[in-house]
């Protein structure tokens, strides 16, 4: 039973066309967290929402948004990617902040 | 900046062996927790630890914390070539701030 799914699974964008992922969760759990993770690195966070309540962090930058249009579903936004966005981004999802987190298979992003 | 680094970057091992890692952090925290990400998936999580708590166990997983030395151990055993993975630790501040903060992970590898 797939709990947190991300489509696609593999995405390859032009240098500079918007670019949406998409994460949804059977779990009706409050939050919901983008990360990027590159080659051999640890995961970072992007944003997270506790319920509606959007949280971006500091050193995300401006050409990345996020909507969250109910429980289940949240969406990262790539205004103009750039080469340096090509990474894997994770969605997860926790019942309680600062909890465990459910993570969803990832989409690699690829950036031409 | 990272909150926690891990320890060794990569350990090979045979399977049966025993597999050890640890991860080390800069403030205090609520609690901290351990992921598996097999190659270009998501993360699994694997064990979550509170800042009371020293041990905890799951299956052949041992999770060892403390917070005098501000660091953590996962210990392996009987390891299998499944277990074949990268290991992160993550943790959750008591700044109430609800995100997790991961470390730069342990690549093992199992010697069948």
């Known amino acids: 039973d797939a709990m947190v799914i991300q489509n696609p699974r593999y995405q390859v964008t032009q240098f500079g066309k918007p670019v949406t992922l998409s994460c949804s969760q059977t779990?009706?759990?409050?939050?919901m967290y983008w990360y990027q993770q590159k080659s051999s690195q640890a995961p970072k966070l992007l944003f997270h929402?506790?319920?509606?309540?959007?949280?971006n962090e500091a050193d995300t930058p401006d050409n990345f948004q996020s909507r969250r249009p109910n429980t289940s579903f949240c969406f990262l936004d790539i205004r103009s990617p750039g080469l340096g966005d090509a990474a894997m981004y994770l969605c997860?999802?926790?019942?309680?902040?600062?909890?465990?987190?459910?993570f969803g298979p990832g989409t690699r992003l690829t950036v031409t | 900046s990272q909150q926690g680094e891990e320890d060794p970057q990569a350990l090979s091992i045979q399977e049966g062996e025993n597999a050890t890692m640890n991860c080390s952090y800069k403030?205090?925290?609520?609690?901290l927790q351990w992921y598996r990400q097999n190659s270009g998936r998501g993360l699994v999580h694997l064990i979550l630890?509170?800042?009371?708590?020293r041990e905890k166990h799951s299956g052949r997983l041992r999770v060892t914390l403390d917070t005098s030395k501000k660091s953590s151990s996962l210990l392996i055993t009987a390891s299998r070539a499944a277990d074949t993975a990268s290991y992160f630790c993550?943790?959750?501040?008591?700044?109430?701030?609800?995100?997790?903060?991961f470390g730069t992970g342990t690549r093992l590898t199992i010697i069948p």
């Open positions: 630890i509170r800042s009371n708590e």
């Open positions: 779990l009706n759990h409050n939050v």
């Open positions: 993550a943790t959750e501040t008591n700044f109430g701030n609800e995100k997790l903060t």
């Open positions: 403030t205090s925290i609520n609690n």
């Open positions: 929402y506790y319920d509606k309540d959007f949280n």
């Open positions: 997860a999802t926790s019942r309680v902040a600062g909890e465990e987190q459910y």
